[in-house]
């Protein structure tokens, strides 16, 4: 039924884990954003082991380029273990661009863990501020 569909944005009220992620097929989505969902009263945060997140979202779609996490609670711990997954991981070989848009994160971000990683070509983008929600 959505065999075209390129792009999809999954919206969370309170919190989602890698169970319910993992339900979602779209085989020739290679753009997926997860954010707070616009009538929130305050950000979500995803719940699960970080590590078990890149599986999650191979089940999704193994041809993912860009994933975009956006203005949910994370904070600059738990971005850093999620990058980390993803570059350590090779589910998800296409992904090129991985994002935090007001994920919790500030400058004490730990710059290692944003530079480039060459031997994954995983590009890691981050837009500090507070989660919106």
């Given at each position: 039924m959505f065999h075209n569909v390129k792009s999809f944005t999954i919206q969370v009220r309170v919190k989602i884990g890698c169970d319910v992620i993992q339900w979602i097929h779209l085989p020739a989505v290679t753009e997926l954003t997860i954010q707070t969902h616009e009538?929130?009263?305050?950000?979500?945060?995803?719940?699960?082991?970080?590590?078990s997140l890149p599986n999650a979202l191979h089940k999704?779609?193994?041809q993912l380029v860009k994933v975009t996490f956006k203005d949910l609670d994370i904070g600059n711990n738990q971005t850093e273990r999620i990058i980390q997954a993803f570059r350590s991981t090779y589910?998800?070989?296409?992904?090129?661009?991985?994002?935090?848009i007001?994920?919790?994160?500030?400058?004490?971000?730990?710059?290692?863990?944003?530079?480039?990683d060459d031997e994954h070509k995983v590009k890691v983008e981050i837009e500090h501020g507070k989660p919106v929600g």
């Open positions: 009538r929130a009263y305050r950000p979500a945060s995803l719940h699960d082991d970080h590590t999704v779609s193994s589910d998800l070989k296409h992904l090129r661009v991985l994002r935090f007001r994920c919790g994160t500030d400058e004490r971000l730990n710059r290692s863990s944003i530079d480039s």
